[in-house]
Each structure stands twice: as structure tokens, then as C-alpha cells.
């Protein structure tokens, strides 16, 4: 019983080149979230999504960053035109049907490196 | 905005002493998570508090919740070196939302000898 698969775990990019990560829920999960944490921080909420659809991108930076979780496959953060501040480690999470037992599984994170 | 204060952020503590970390946190949360990271690990889900009063325990750790004052505390008790972590707090607002929470800082437990 597989848990939250994310990778790659580690990613380095220059500035200016795009980041992909992947994240595949554990089974039988639908609802999707990504989360970062900068250096000696928290986790920050990112984004929420299930299936086709994205449900709350309120943390979501406006420009750069997006998100999708398709029918098929896993769900994708895409980092466009990295920058150092960039760098940081994005924990992807998910959660049963209908979320309403609030509890989360995490993956082991893939931490971004940007040159 | 829903905020989430821990204190303290740093604990440097000796092998079988006891010690408490606080959670507050700002507004009406429905739950509040207890996680626990090591480094360039993952989270490590400890406790969910649901209600006020609640008391979770295992092992060495039991997490309390008081809704009222809105703060959660995580208590040690005769500490060994494996529970040095670092340890987070977490609260949702619920709703439609259980899986957006919101982390405190975190805690940074060193045990030493």
C-alpha cells in the first residue's frame, strides 16, 4: 500500500528554466494538496485540488506557478522561470474521498534548487 | 487570517527531563494536527485533537486541546534522544477545507544525554 509518491525528490534548475513535480496520491484518494516550506519554516498552503479541478489556489502565487491533478496521471506543480527565491521544499498531500476525515497524508517532499 | 503561534521555537533538553510546547492559534478551528518532521524527511502525523478537552497520548508525547483558549499544548515527558525533531502544529477552519491548514513555526527539540 503505496503512500504519497512525489518526485523527483531533488531538482536543480537555473533561473529562468522550469520546474515539474510530481506528485501521485495514495490509493483511492482524490483530493490533492501542495504545500511549501522555505528554509527553517513551516509548511505554507499552495494549493487544493481534486480530480480535473482546482478547488482553492488561494495560496497559490499569481504569476509562474501552476497546478493540475488530471483524470489520468498524477498531479503536477509547474514552476515557470525559476528564481532563487524559488528554492524551497513542496510537499504534496492527499486525503480520502470527501476529505472529511481532515486527516492528510504527506509525501516525502521534492526540494527545488534553484541556481 | 488564521495565525499560529508555537512557543518555543528552540528546546534544547536533557535525556528524562520533561518539557511543553504551546499552540495558539487565532480564530475558531474545527481540529488541530500535531506533526513531526525530521530533517529532509517527511510529516509524520502524531495526534488529531477534534474537541475541547481533548487528551491524546502515545508514548512519551500526549497533546492536549483547549478551544476555548485556543492553544494546544505537546508535552514531553522523560525525553529520549529519538524524539529530537522538529515538531509542528497545524489547524484547519474546516468546512469544505479539512486539508488547508495552517503550520506554526515550529518547534526544534534537541535531546541530548
Known amino acids: 500500500n503505496a503512500g504519497v509518491m512525489q518526485n523527483p525528490r531533488h531538482l536543480v534548475r537555473r533561473r529562468g528554466q522550469e520546474a515539474r513535480l510530481r506528485c501521485s496520491p495514495m490509493k483511492g484518494h482524490s483530493h490533492v494538496y501542495w504545500y511549501r516550506q522555505l528554509p527553517e519554516e513551516g509548511l505554507k498552503f499552495m494549493v487544493y485540488l481534486q480530480k480535473e479541478n482546482i478547488i482553492d489556489e488561494s495560496g497559490m502565487p499569481k504569476e509562474r506557478f501552476s497546478a493540475e491533478f488530471p483524470k489520468e496521471g498524477p498531479s503536477i506543480l509547474r514552476i515557470q522561470q525559476v528564481v532563487r527565491g524559488d528554492s524551497a521544499a513542496y510537499f504534496c498531500?492527499?486525503?480520502?474521498?470527501?476529505?472529511?476525515?481532515?486527516?492528510?497524508?504527506f509525501g516525502e517532499g521534492s526540494r527545488l534548487t534553484v541556481l | 487570517e488564521l495565525k499560529v503561534e508555537q512557543n518555543p521555537l528552540f528546546l534544547s533538553m536533557q535525556e528524562g527531563k520533561n518539557y511543553t510546547i504551546y499552540c495558539n492559534y487565532s480564530t475558531t478551528s474545527d481540529r488541530l494536527y500535531w506533526y513531526r518532521q525530521d530533517p529532509g524527511k517527511s510529516l509524520e502525523s502524531l495526534f488529531v485533537?477534534?474537541?475541547?478537552?481533548a487528551v491524546k497520548q502515545e508514548g512519551r508525547l500526549m497533546a492536549s486541546l483547549d478551544t476555548k483558549a485556543r492553544l494546544s499544548t505537546l508535552h514531553i515527558t522523560a525525553a529520549v534522544h529519538d524524539l529530537s525533531a522538529t515538531y509542528f502544529c497545524a489547524v484547519t477552519a474546516g468546512g469544505t477545507s479539512y486539508g488547508k491548514l495552517t503550520f506554526g513555526q515550529g518547534t526544534i527539540l534537541t535531546v541530548h544525554p
Open positions: 498531500a492527499s486525503s480520502p474521498q470527501g476529505g472529511n476525515t481532515g486527516e492528510l497524508f
Open positions: 485533537l477534534l474537541s475541547n478537552g
